[in-house]
């Protein structure tokens, strides 16, 4: 029987998940692993049988069934296996949200070559999980989807949150950046106020956002804000919150 | 008032050589030259932000005299805070040589780091008239990445706050720490001057943002810093801060934006947004390694 199952997209060097994370491969393992450039895209990685895998795996669920080396709370890594020859370690950056694929090898039990040993020795050597490298690709990755929607995107969210003054409407920009948007009618004039998280929102994609939502206003006119109209912010995730006035 | 952003900057790192004649090795005997070279190390006037001069003396052989000679106005100027917020690590791999610097630092009660190399600055040893807890509390410091408010040293070593007070000011007072003021209610950190990060290569064009004032990109750097360190009503409230502090240039990139989304350019936009990426993604790789 045929399911109804949402799929997600891919995207550079992502594969978009309907739950909002990301899944991508550490470039370490792109080349050393799996024979790709540092920049291959994720639909020309699908190819290999492993990141099939990790989409069909990880795609829902963010985590696997067995740890590779012991459990370490948020930072264990975990065991992928497709057939009987192929394995690969996997790991969930919740800071990011984004399912990492660190390492692939062949499964051969009790050879030299078999691909235990060797994500210990990547796992001892700190050579598993992503750096620096890895993190500016995501950041651009992100950067450029984000640049590509947030004109539209953020004229929806406005047009939403105008058809219902007095509520906040939510969304995730790009599929990356929450934004709350509450429009507040004061007799003739129109308030509206934009909530974004501190801890993840980047300097480049608030100015965006700011200027996609007003394209005619100068940043002179937001304000900053102690509070939504309709709710205190989110001060653990460092929540803040601006506002402008439009006639 | 105290700026949260300003107070998230890591010490500014500067690396110094004595002089040799004819080389980079060999014995450095010649105190004349050692006291012009320890002159010419500092401004008469010192520093104002929290500095740490890496004096690099690998395959350098100095003799007692000639460390004397550099050291003890060095060390004593870290101690008495007489130059202000500074801090200083010979780097020698010559373990004599640190032999000799752990007994003059003793000796004559004064403030310095050693460390094996001028990579290996975290590893740095503090040396000087330390007792066994105010040694703890600098390997403590040290392990929780170099940065630490009461609170957090607190919570680390299950101490009272009074108590975790008590500690740090010790060791801020003998020069091996500095303090560094906040706004009131988020009260003092301390920094080891061993987390010390060189200053950032402003002529990098690899960065998206180095045509920028370096005001406004050392402050995305302390905010991208803080995400996911601090807490988030600091957080909150270093957004507002940046927020006013680079009003003016904010307003610049805005009408550039705005002029961008009107032609439809969306090369601009893209590049526009990647702008900080490097930054961000420097703070999150940092964060994992920590």
């Given at each position: 029987m045929a399911t109804n199952r949402r799929t997600g997209d891919c995207h550079l060097r992502s594969f978009l998940c309907p739950s909002g994370h990301e899944l991508r491969v550490t470039q370490r393992c792109a080349t050393?692993?799996?024979?790709?450039?540092?920049?291959?895209?994720f639909e020309t990685l699908l190819r290999h049988e492993i990141v099939r895998a990790l989409r069909n795996q990880r795609e829902e669920v963010v985590i696997g069934a067995d740890t590779v080396g012991p459990a370490a709370g948020e930072a264990t890594l975990w065991v992928l296996r497709y057939s009987h020859h192929h394995r690969g370690t996997t790991w969930f950056d919740a800071k990011e949200n984004v399912v990492w694929l660190c390492a692939y090898a062949r499964h051969r039990s009790?050879?030299?070559?078999?691909?235990f040993p060797y994500f210990e020795q990547l796992r001892q050597a700190s050579l598993i999980r992503p750096g620096g490298p890895d993190y500016e690709a995501l950041h651009d990755d992100r950067a450029e989807r984000f640049a590509a929607v947030v004109e539209l995107e953020a004229q929806s969210l406005l047009t939403a949150a105008r058809a219902d003054p007095g509520v906040e409407e939510r969304r995730v920009i790009g599929q990356t950046q929450p934004v709350g948007l509450v429009v507040h009618l004061v007799e003739t004039l129109e308030e509206t106020y934009v909530a974004v998280f501190g801890d993840t929102t980047g300097v480049a994609q608030l100015q965006l956002l700011l200027a996609a939502l007003y394209p005619d206003r100068t940043m002179y006119e937001w304000r900053p804000e102690v509070r939504l109209p309709t709710r205190v912010l989110d001060l653990e995730r460092g929540e803040f919150c601006l506002s402008i006035v439009h006639d | 008032m105290p700026s949260l952003l300003k107070s998230q900057i890591l010490p500014k790192l500067e690396y110094r050589a004595p002089l040799m004649p004819g080389g980079t090795v060999g014995p450095l005997v010649d105190r004349e030259q050692v006291a012009r070279f320890r002159e010419g190390l500092l401004a008469p006037s010192g520093v104002e932000e929290p500095t740490v001069v890496a004096l690099n003396l690998e395959g350098r052989f100095p003799s007692g005299a000639a460390l004397l000679e550099l050291v003890l106005p060095l060390g004593h100027a870290a101690r008495g805070r007489t130059l202000g917020p500074l801090a200083f690590v010979l780097c020698t791999e010559d373990a004599g040589t640190r032999d000799v610097l752990r007994a003059l630092a003793e000796t004559y009660d004064l403030a310095i780091f050693v460390a094996?190399?001028?990579?290996?600055?975290?590893e740095a040893e503090p040396l000087g008239a330390l007792t066994a807890t105010e040694r703890e509390t600098l390997e403590v410091l040290r392990r929780l990445g170099g940065r630490v408010s009461v609170g957090s040293f607190a919570h680390a070593t299950g101490l009272e706050p009074s108590a975790a007070t008590n500690r740090l000011a010790n060791v801020s007072q003998k020069g091996f720490v500095h303090r560094v003021e906040r706004p009131r209610r988020e009260g003092l950190l301390f920094v080891d001057p061993r987390a010390a990060a060189p200053a950032?290569?402003?002529?990098?064009?690899?960065?998206?943002?180095?045509?920028?004032?370096?005001p406004i990109r050392r402050d995305v750097k302390a905010l991208a810093d803080m995400q996911g360190q601090e807490p988030g009503a600091l957080l909150a409230s270093a957004w507002h801060e940046f927020l006013d502090s680079h009003k003016d240039q904010l307003a610049v990139d805005h009408d550039q934006l705005r002029a961008a989304m009107k032609r439809g350019d969306t090369d601009e936009l893209t590049r526009f947004s990647k702008r900080y990426s490097k930054k961000q993604a420097a703070a999150r790789a940092a964060r994992l390694t920590r």
């Open positions: 050393d692993d799996l024979g790709h450039a540092t920049d291959t895209s009790g050879e030299r070559g078999d691909a | 094996p190399s001028v990579d290996r600055l975290s950032e290569d402003a002529a990098d064009p690899t960065s998206g943002d180095f045509s920028l004032p370096e």
